[in-house]
């Protein structure tokens, strides 16, 4: 049985920043991503790690101001989040795929409960 856990969310301030991590447990997959959905609207990818070379991809939204990696065993997975402004509001979910990396929430197998972010201006 695959489970994930999120922690590291809050409220915080424009320009703060804030480390996200996501336990996972069970089998291990080729790739790990982070969603984000803000309220109202659709849930939309941030950013995802996979590969043997632990390639990464970003949404545009978030290139440069976010880091997505994982620990050595790629049993944690963590997202560390740079000058945060309120557009980034929402519910992080960590997710797992089994298959290539991508930025398809379909094609993710596994998923977190999510955690709330909260930036205030």
């Known amino acids: 049985q695959v489970q994930l856990e999120e922690s590291g969310g809050g409220l915080v301030q424009t320009g703060d920043s804030l480390r996200l991590s996501c336990v996972t447990s069970?089998?291990?997959?080729?790739?790990m991503g982070w969603f984000r959905q803000a309220p109202g609207k659709e849930r939309e990818f941030v950013a995802a790690i996979g590969g043997s070379f632990g390639d990464t991809d970003y949404a545009d939204a978030v290139k440069g101001r976010f880091t997505i990696s994982t620990d050595d065993a790629r049993r944690t997975l963590y997202l560390q989040m740079d000058r945060l402004n309120v557009e980034d509001t929402g519910i992080y979910f960590c997710?797992?795929?089994?298959?290539?990396?991508?930025?398809?929430?379909?094609?993710?197998?596994?998923w977190g409960k999510g955690i709330l972010v909260t930036v205030s201006s």
């Open positions: 069970g089998r291990r997959t080729f790739t």
């Open positions: 997710a797992l795929d089994t298959g290539p990396m991508t930025r398809v929430a379909e094609n993710y197998d596994y």
